[in-house]
């Protein structure tokens, strides 16, 4: 199906954002699957094109300016053909989704939403806290300082070691400000929803996309998971997603124990084989591609800048805050990435306590009550040890009022791609109930 076409009578743009390493081609099947839902006549879609590849190494404000721009232009171009939009949609896949935050503080300075209303704010495995690694000590240092150096702008961005604008915070830190246009702008949207992976998300794990400060579904034997009705087996109920199962039905003998430990280990023999003959080779080819594409960035950054790139960036450098006006190369970063295991603050610390106040949780704008993720009270995870700014997101985040699915891929391990079906493949059909559920029960017209 082409969803390409348009109508003068469609009057709801809907812009949609790829990730890293990312192209158009990647949200093709979600493109089709708005068109099918919304023929031209009521819905005019944009696939951002202009991050597509390593420029998406350039960080999250040039991509943000970029897509900005992509929007002005193409409402610009419609108006010339006699079509006038009053409504616009923004919805954003893996980094896509904080480019498109960004994007979405920049239009807000320019009073763009007083003339066209935002209705749709989606993401889906969006990092919104980056994607910097609970962990304490030396592990900090040794993955999360030194992987934000292949990815170049973006890299630094995403593991929040950046300092933005000489503003002494990182990148992130300021999108999730609550003065600043970003947080103002995502507000004014009618609805807000994302939809985050519970597992086999090598690329960005669940307390990120999930904005969450704790991880219940490390240990999926120990939970019953609660499924929304109609969306079985891949989307959970986000009141109760899960609950802890009764001890009698986990009692298990220690020789039990010690079998399944040991046909877990021997059925990861394989994988453990080929780990150590494939990903040195693949360690050194991706560092080698990353510092070609760093220089190749920072080149691009560096024209940017100049106003040498087709975008003036004085045209898009406003005041941030309202109080003060390739594959297997990412394969690899995703297989290094996920073989991080989170830590925990300790219980019954006072830094644990700290964490432990309930967020406020704001009415939608149609009187609904926000999806937030509620365990209940049999059921508390641990709380992930985070950087005190990223509670502090979280906190940002959530008073803004997000509508959060949890999503349970586990037909393929790839579930990053899955959940959008990047490839129009039967391995990827737990996608599409994603999409199905995207768009007939949270997609405003």
Same mark, same amino acid.
């Given at each position: 199906m082409d969803y390409t076409g348009s109508s003068r009578e469609a009057q709801h743009l809907c812009v949609l954002v790829h990730g890293l390493w990312g192209n158009p081609n990647h949200l093709e099947v979600m493109a089709k699957s708005l068109r099918e839902k919304h023929p031209e006549e009521n819905l005019h879609i944009l696939v951002a094109k202009r991050n597509s590849g390593s420029f998406t190494y350039d960080g999250i404000e040039l991509g943000g300016e970029r897509v900005c721009q992509e929007i002005e232009e193409e409402i610009e171009k419609l108006a010339k053909a006699g079509q006038e939009i009053k409504r616009i949609s923004l919805v954003g896949y893996? !980094?896509?989704? !904080?480019?498109a935050r960004f994007c979405v503080g920049l239009l807000y300075s320019k009073g763009f939403f007083e003339k066209i209303t935002p209705v749709n704010f989606a993401s889906f495995a969006t990092p919104h806290l980056g994607v910097r690694t609970p962990l304490r000590g030396w592990h900090n240092h040794i993955w999360?300082? !030194?992987g934000a150096r292949t990815l170049s702008a973006s890299g630094r961005q995403l593991f929040t070691i950046d300092n933005f604008r000489e503003t002494g915070k990182p990148l992130l830190e300021v999108l999730a400000d609550p003065e600043s246009i970003f947080i103002k702008g995502l507000a004014l949207f009618e609805r807000r929803t994302l939809y985050t992976n519970i597992v086999n998300d090598r690329s960005a794990v669940y307390y990120t996309t999930g904005i969450s400060k704790s991880d219940p579904f490390t240990n999926l034997d120990k939970v019953k998971i609660n499924y929304l009705k109609g969306y079985e087996d891949v989307i959970l109920d986000p009141q109760t997603p899960v609950e802890p199962i009764e001890p009698e039905e986990t009692h298990s003998t220690g020789y039990a124990n010690i079998v399944r430990s040991s046909q877990t280990t021997i059925g990861r023999l394989p994988l453990f084989l080929?780990?150590?003959?494939?990903? &040195?080779?693949g360690v050194v080819a991706f560092l080698i591609n990353s510092g070609v594409q760093s220089l190749r960035s920072n080149r691009r950054i560096r024209l940017h800048e100049r106003g040498l790139a087709g975008i003036q960036p004085s045209n898009y450098r406003v005041p941030l805050l309202i109080t003060g006006m390739r594959e297997a190369v990412e394969d690899v970063y995703e297989n290094l990435n996920s073989a991080q295991d989170n830590e925990y603050l300790v219980v019954g610390t006072e830094e644990e306590a700290a964490q432990e106040e309930p967020a406020d949780r704001p009415q939608s704008s149609r009187g609904q009550s926000n999806l937030? !993720?509620?365990m209940g &009270?049999?059921?508390?995870?641990p709380t992930l040890a985070l950087a005190p700014y990223q509670f502090q997101m979280v906190q940002a985040l959530d008073n803004v009022g997000f509508r959060k699915y949890p999503v349970y891929i586990h037909k393929v391990r790839h579930s990053h791609a899955a959940i959008v079906v990047r490839v129009d493949k039967p391995s990827f059909d737990e996608g599409r109930v994603v999409l199905r559920h995207w768009l007939d029960e949270e997609f405003l017209l």
């Open positions: 893996s !980094l896509g989704g !904080l480019v999360n300082v !030194l080929a780990m150590i003959f494939f990903i &040195p080779v937030g !993720l509620d &009270p049999r059921y508390e995870a």
